[in-house]
């Protein structure tokens, strides 16, 4: 039986769709992964269904939403059930690496989670005794499409990083500046033409070929604020809103119905919405979208413990402040690691942009990495540290009141902080 109460005129017009990339709306049965179409899980997961219910549209919806639950599960053991817990008092987390199905399959589609990352490597000279060449960036999203994640190394250049192996060659750039804020950088003073170059941070030891601790990228707009249009403020602002707008609800005499659990419930609203159940920053958001709106949550702002403003589109505004013509307050979601929202892994560093957005950190890169992720430097990166830098999307928590209306669905379970969604406080027993 459909779970999402046959909302399903709006699930099958949907499923044809993908978010990121273009899903084929044939009917052939075959599952087409060309051209970039299976390069997510929801891609892959639409393919599939329309793969076993050729031509039965009904029967592919239901499909579709049956893998979405299944997506709902890993993104609850993500969030929950690890020990890198998604929702905390004061922020909604997240990893910036990309979940597992997220892949180069005709499109590189890597960086769905409001961050983007790539790399830039200066390699040896490519013939002994040379001058070094300049950087190189790896898997980087521009204008003109996303360039080779892949280093071809000469043998001499193989050679020279064999003899630094701990040396820093390179650096993973993850960023978090949003696709439609167009302001430059602070420390630009006003314009991309006066930007400085990144550089290598101020401890790293560096091989013995390069000669200057800038890498040679400036620190523009084209270099480093993110590309994909869904990883923007407008977007991010977009999603909380539908998120607390008419939660699901599961049947709450049935104690087995998936959609009694807090996060199950707002993952899949994800899913009803865009199709982005798959993702970590999408389902984590209408979790705690959905749990606000369940709880009766609004913003304080004279500090009288009386809500002043309830509607979604302006707490959403709370959480993702839009630019006006006179700031910005957020150019991006803050990074950090699991351990504070002002810390990072080791080997990584903030690059001083001239403000405190914390939204550039670059990680080191060296000669056994280089070596060892040739083929795909940008995926060193996301496996050597993507786990560990970590999206926090701030919450007021201190403005936040909740009153949950009496009788209200699953209202009785809403607590202090209704958007810290647990493990134990997330399931809810039939009634």
């Known amino acids: 039986m459909n779970k999402l109460l046959k909302a399903s005129t709006l699930l099958t017009s949907l499923l044809l769709l993908s978010p990121a990339c273009g899903t084929d709306t044939s009917n ?6 060309s051209a970039g179409k299976c390069d997510t899980p929801g891609d892959v997961a639409g393919a599939e269904c329309r793969a076993e219910f050729p031509g039965d549209r009904d029967a592919q919806a239901d499909c579709r939403e049956e893998k979405a639950f299944g997506h ?11 020990a890198q817990q998604a929702f905390v008092k004061d922020a909604i987390r997240w990893a910036a690496a990309d979940v ?18 790539f790399a830039v490597v200066l390699p040896p000279p490519a013939v002994e005794g040379e001058e070094a060449g300049r950087y190189i960036a790896l898997g980087q999203n521009g204008s003109g499409g996303t360039s080779s994640p892949t280093l071809d190394l000469t043998e001499d250049q193989i050679f020279a990083l064999e003899d630094e192996p701990d040396a820093v060659v390179g650096q993973c750039v993850f960023t978090s500046w ?10 630009c003073n006003g314009s991309d033409s006066n930007c400085p170059g990144m550089p290598f941070p101020e401890n790293a030891t560096l091989g013995s070929w390069i000669s200057s601790r800038d890498t040679g990228m400036r620190m523009d707009s084209e270099n480093f604020r993110m590309k994909v249009g869904f990883n923007s403020n407008g977007a991010a602002s977009d999603l909380a809103e539908q998120c607390m707008t008419r939660p699901l609800v599961g049947d709450i005499s049935d104690a087995t119905d998936p959609l009694n659990d807090d996060y199950t419930r707002g993952c899949m609203k994800a899913y009803d919405l865009f199709q982005t159940e798959w ?43 839009r630019p006006t013509a006179e700031e910005t307050p957020l150019r991006g979601f803050p990074l950090g690691t699991w351990s504070g929202a002002q810390e990072l892994p080791a080997g990584c560093s903030y690059v001083d942009t001239g403000d405190s957005s914390q939204t550039l950190v670059t990680c ?65 027993s039939g009634q």
């Open 28 to 33: 052939t049965g075959e599952v087409d992964c």
């Open 72 to 82: 709902c599960e890993l993104r609850r053991a993500d969030s929950l059930e690890s």
């Open 100 to 117: 597992d199905g997220v892949n180069t399959n005709g499109n590189d589609d890597r960086g769905q989670e409001y961050t983007e990352y």
């Open 178 to 187: 949003h696709a439609d804020i167009n302001e430059p950088m602070a420390i």
């Open 279 to 321: 993702r970590r920053s999408d389902s984590a958001v209408c979790v705690v979208g959905g749990r606000l709106a369940e709880c009766g949550c609004g913003v304080d702002t004279d500090d009288d413990g009386i809500a002043d403003i309830t509607d979604p589109r302006e707490i959403s505004l709370a959480l993702v402040p």
């Open 364 to 428: 080191d890169l060296t000669g056994n990495d280089v070596l060892a992720g040739a083929a795909d430097v940008k995926e060193r990166c996301r496996s050597k540290y993507g786990n560990n830098v970590v999206v926090h999307v701030p919450i007021p928590s201190s403005a936040i009141v909740c009153s949950p209306p009496e009788g209200g669905n699953y209202a009785d379970n809403c607590g202090e902080t209704p958007w810290v969604v647990t493990a134990e406080n997330s399931s809810r």
